[in-house]
Each structure stands twice: as C-alpha cells, then as structure tokens.
C-alpha cells in the first residue's frame, strides 16, 4: 500500500489556481513534516510548502509566500496545497513528502525522507 497519494494539479493559464491533496494511509512513514517539493527538468526538487504534522506550524518557500497555502484535512488523513495566482515558473511536478526535521525547520529536508507520493503535474501557461 502506497503511503502517500497525490491528487488534484493539472493546467491552468496565469493567475489562475489549483488544489493539489495528499492522502497519507500508514502513519509507520510520517515524519514530523509534511508538505510538498516541486522539481523542474534539470534541477533538484526544491521544497515549496510544507506543514507540521503535530501543532500545524506552516512554512513556505519565499516565492510562493501570500499565493499558496497548505492546510490540514484530519477527516481525510489528508493535507491540501491551495496555490493561487499562478505564475509560469509554478510549473513543475510536485510530490508530496513526509520528512523528519530534527531542527523544527520544516522546509529542511536534510534528514532525508520517509515516503514520496506519486506526483502530480503542474502547468501554468502564460
């Protein structure tokens, strides 16, 4: 059983919005983090967005700071990332993630991560 799944993500024009959600069903993966990375052709996915999963705490990329929000959905095992505003270089397909952060930093992904979800495709056209 796959511990993360991705939803949602798709094609969109500038300034529009998506919901990406992930639903965690084995709670032997979770870390204190949860969140999302992004990865472009021919760079290193970078963390976009991300959530403590005891306490709630958020923590964003500075790029997408005041468009995106992630949030908790504890009747669905699930987290959501609302992104609005889109911009071009939103584009990219994003994974959901579970982490442990020994620092607290949840955009430090440094510890490694427990369990990747599938990955869901972003497009923002221009």
């Known amino acids: 059983q796959v511990p993360l799944v991705e939803s949602g993500g798709g094609s969109v024009q500038a300034g529009g919005s998506l919901r990406v959600s992930c639903e965690f069903s084995?709670?032997?993966?979770?870390?204190?983090?949860m969140g999302w990375l992004r990865q472009v052709p021919g760079k290193e996915r970078e963390g976009v967005a991300a959530?403590?999963?005891?306490?709630?705490?958020?923590f964003y990329a500075d790029s997408v700071k005041g468009r995106f929000t992630i949030s908790p959905d504890n009747a669905k095992n699930a987290v959501h990332l609302q992104m609005d505003s889109l911009r071009p270089d939103d584009s990219g397909m994003y994974y959901c993630?579970?982490?442990?952060?020994?620092?607290?930093?949840?955009?430090?992904?440094?510890?490694?991560?427990?369990?990747w979800g599938q990955g869901t495709l972003v497009t923002v056209s221009s």
């Open positions: 959530i403590r999963t005891g306490g709630y705490t958020t």
């Open positions: 993630a579970t982490w442990g952060s020994s620092g607290g930093d949840c955009m430090d992904h440094s510890n490694g991560i427990h369990a």
């Open positions: 084995d709670y032997r993966y979770m870390g204190n983090c």
